[in-house]
C-alpha cells in the first residue's frame, strides 16, 4: 500500500459510480448480472450449486486487487507456501490490478464474464456492487462457519452486510489518529498524549501550537467534512448522522452536530486547523520533514515513517474520546466474489484465507494496517513495535477495539447527488463565508428528500 494506501480512501469511493455505470441498472432499475460471453459461461456455473472440484482435482483461482508490486509479492507468497499448502488442491494467482485505472479494468473485466474469483473493494464500494446483484452471497457459508466469523473485531463486518446477507469480507481496517512530532511537542512545554485524551485536549495542544505569524496551524488533516463532525459529536452523546451503514433511509443533523460544526468552524476561523479548500498535497511530506506538530490521519502512514523517516522523533495517538465515549469512522477493505463462481467451496476457503490467515504474512513486510480478523492482526501490532515504535501500536490496537464505528461516506449509488446537494453550502458555513448553524439542518432535508425520491 505505502502512498498508494493513501489514496485509497478517496478513490474507493469515487470509483463506484464509474464502475457501476458500465455495469447495467440505476438505482431503481431492476438488478442485472452483467452479460457473460460464451467462454465464460463455459467456465462458470450457479453460485448455489454444489460445484466444488472433484476430488484431486487441481483448480487455479484467481486474484485482483490494487496494492502495490511488494504487497502483492508477499500476498503470492502466502498463497503459494500457506494457503495452497493447506488446500493443496488449490492454486491463486494474482492478476494485478492497475491503481491508475482500476475501477476501468474491474468494470470491463466484470462486463466480459471475466470477472476473478475474489477481488479487492472498500466497503461502500460492495455495497453498491450487491444492490446491483453481481455478488457472490456467502450468508449461508457465514452461518455454517460461525467460529470463524466469531474472531472478526466488533463491527468490522457490519459494512459486508446488507439486509442479512453477507456478500463480502473485511480484510484491513483503517482507523484515524494523531501522529505528532515529539520534538516540537516538547518544546511547546506539552507532553505527548496519553491513551484516554479528549477533543478538548488535542484542541489545546493545537492552539498552543499554532503560529499565524508563520502560516501555521496547530492541527493538520482533521476530517471537517459531516463524516468527520460525527465522531465528535458522537463522543459527545450524540446521534450518528446517517442511520446505516449501507442501507442509509435517512441522514439526522441533531444539537450535538450543530454544537461540533460550530466548535471546529471557530477553529478554523482563528487559524487552529486549516478550512475546507486548504489545499492537503503537501502535508504528508511537511510533518515527515519534521516541520509539523500534529497531523490526524490513517495508521498507514505508520509504514512510511518507519521506512523513510528514521531520524524523525514521532508518535501516534489515539482518536481523543468524547465526555460520553470513544467513536471512530468505519473504514475497511474486503474481498467480495462475482456470482456464478465455478468453485465457490474452494473460493470460500480462499475468501477466509485472505481475510485473515493471509496478513500473518503480509503485514510482517508492509505493516499498513491491522487485518480485521483480531487473531491475524496481532502481526501488525509486533511489527511496528519491532520497528521501536510501541506508542503507534498500541495506539492503532486502542482504536481497533472501540466499539462504536461511524461511516466514512455514504454507501449508496446517490452519494454524488448528496455530495453536490451538500458540500457547496456546508462548506461556506464551515470557512466562515456564508450561513449559519441551521444550513446543516436545511441540507440535511435535502438529503433525505434525494434518499425518499430513489
Not at 459531516?226 to 463522543?235: E, H
Amino acid at each position: 500500500m505505502k502512498r498508494k494506501k493513501a489514496m485509497a480512501i478517496v478513490m474507493v469511493a469515487a470509483m463506484t459510480v464509474t464502475m457501476l455505470a458500465g455495469c447495467g441498472s440505476s438505482a431503481s432499475d431492476t438488478a442485472a448480472t452483467p452479460a457473460a460471453d460464451s467462454a465464460a459461461t463455459d467456465t462458470r456455473a450457479d453460485s448455489t450449486a454444489d460445484t466444488s472440484a472433484d476430488s484431486g482435482e487441481v483448480v487455479t483461482l484467481r486474484v485482483v486487487d490494487w496494492e502495490s508490486d511488494e504487497m502483492n509479492a508477499a500476498m503470492q507468497d502466502a498463497f503459494d507456501n500457506v494457503f495452497s499448502v493447506e488446500h493443496p488442491n488449490i492454486k491463486v494467482e494474482i492478476v494485478e490490478g492497475s491503481y491508475s485505472d482500476y475501477s476501468q479494468q474491474m468494470n470491463a473485466m466484470i462486463t466480459a464474464g471475466e470477472a476473478p474469483d475474489v477481488f479487492q473493494l472498500g466497503y461502500d464500494q460492495g455495497c453498491s456492487f450487491y444492490k446491483k446483484n453481481l455478488l457472490t452471497d456467502w450468508t449461508d457459508k457465514v452461518a455454517a462457519d460461525s467460529e470463524f466469523m466469531d474472531g472478526f473485531y466488533e463491527g468490522t463486518v457490519d459494512g459486508w452486510q446488507y439486509d442479512g446477507k453477507t456478500y463480502g469480507l473485511p480484510g484491513l481496517v483503517n482507523v484515524y489518529g494523531v501522529f505528532y512530532n515529539k520534538d516540537i511537542l516538547a518544546d511547546a512545554g506539552l507532553d505527548e498524549p496519553s491513551a484516554d485524551w479528549t477533543w478538548d485536549d488535542l484542541f489545546d495542544y493545537a492552539e498552543k501550537l499554532k503560529d499565524p505569524s508563520a502560516n501555521k496551524f496547530g492541527l493538520y488533516g482533521l476530517n471537517t467534512d459531516i463524516f468527520g463532525l460525527t465522531n465528535i459529536s458522537v463522543s459527545e452523546g450524540g446521534s450518528p448522522f446517517v442511520d446505516s451503514l449501507t442501507h442509509t433511509t435517512t441522514v439526522t443533523v441533531d444539537d450535538k452536530l450543530k454544537e461540533t460544526a460550530e466548535k471546529v468552524a471557530g477553529l478554523i476561523a482563528d487559524g487552529t486547523i486549516p478550512g475546507r479548500t486548504y489545499e492537503t498535497a503537501n502535508q504528508l511530506s511537511a510533518f515527515e520533514a519534521g516541520e509539523m506538530g500534529m497531523l490526524f490521519y490513517g495508521q498507514w502512514e505508520v509504514d512510511s515513517l518507519i521506512r523513510n523517516c528514521p531520524d524523525l522523533n514521532w508518535g501516534y495517538a489515539p482518536i481523543p474520546k468524547g465526555s460520553v465515549k470513544a467513536a471512530e469512522s468505519y473504514d475497511t477493505v474486503g474481498w467480495v466474489s462475482p456470482k456464478d463462481l465455478k468453485y465457490p467451496d474452494e473460493t470460500w476457503e480462499l475468501m477466509k484465507f485472505m481475510s485473515s490467515e493471509m496478513y500473518e504474512t503480509v503485514l510482517t513486510k508492509t505493516p499498513v494496517a491491522a487485518c480485521a480478523h483480531a487473531a491475524s492482526a496481532d502481526v501488525f501490532y509486533n511489527t511496528v513495535k519491532d520497528n521501536g515504535h510501541e506508542d503507534a501500536a498500541e495506539a492503532v490496537k486502542t482504536m481497533m477495539a472501540i466499539e462504536t464505528k461511524n461511516a466514512i461516506r455514504y454507501a449508496a449509488d446517490w452519494s454524488g447527488d448528496a455530495g453536490k446537494l451538500w458540500d457547496p453550502d456546508f462548506n461556506n458555513f464551515m470557512d466562515g463565508k456564508s450561513g449559519t448553524v441551521d444550513t446543516l439542518t436545511d441540507l440535511a432535508q435535502k438529503v433525505n428528500d434525494l434518499i425518499a425520491a430513489q
